[in-house]
């Protein structure tokens, strides 16, 4: 009797893992970890003015002009590290270092052209102690 009560909890056992195993799905319970993320960066201030996607669709044609302009002298391998600080969920040390790599590479008065159309949609007041010191 033993015996075969232990079988058959052993059998029950291994069906119901083969179960969990290769049938059972759960159902959306997953907390995705980007949407916390974003709930929690929500709450501290922006660096922007205005929305991040939509930035140079907001800017005159004579600044985007001159963006892109400014923006041509730059070599290809700059303009990647640009879009790789752009795309950095820290929006504020991605600012720093994209303005810091400006000031590398820009003539001064380029640089301050860019910083002049870009303080139409950054703040600029939490972020330039750290681009200055460098």
């Known amino acids: 009797m033993k015996k075969s009560a232990m079988y058959l909890l052993l059998v029950c056992a291994v069906i119901i893992n083969i179960?969990?195993?290769?049938?059972?799905?759960?159902?959306?319970?997953v907390i995705n970890q980007e949407e916390v993320s974003k709930e929690t960066l929500s709450y501290s201030k922006s660096?922007?003015?205005?929305?991040?996607?939509?930035v140079l669709?907001?800017?005159s044609?004579?600044?985007?002009?001159?963006?892109?302009?400014?923006?041509k002298k730059l070599s290809t391998f700059d303009i990647g590290k640009i879009k790789e600080y752009y795309e950095n969920s820290?929006?504020?040390?991605?600012?720093?270092?994209?303005?810091?790599l400006l000031k590398k590479r820009l003539t001064t008065?380029?640089?301050?052209?860019?910083?002049?159309?870009?303080?139409?949609f950054l703040e600029f007041d939490n972020?330039?102690?750290?681009?200055?010191?460098n």
């Open 19 to 29: 179960y969990l195993i290769f049938y059972w799905e759960p159902q959306n319970k």
């Open 47 to 54: 660096v922007y003015k205005l929305d991040k996607g939509k």
């Open 57 to 59: 669709e907001q800017l």
């Open 61 to 71: 044609s004579d600044d985007r002009k001159d963006f892109e302009k400014i923006i």
């Open 90 to 100: 820290n929006e504020e040390e991605s600012i720093k270092n994209i303005f810091r």
């Open 109 to 120: 008065e380029d640089y301050n052209r860019i910083h002049e159309i870009s303080s139409s």
């Open 127 to 133: 972020i330039k102690n750290g681009i200055k010191n």
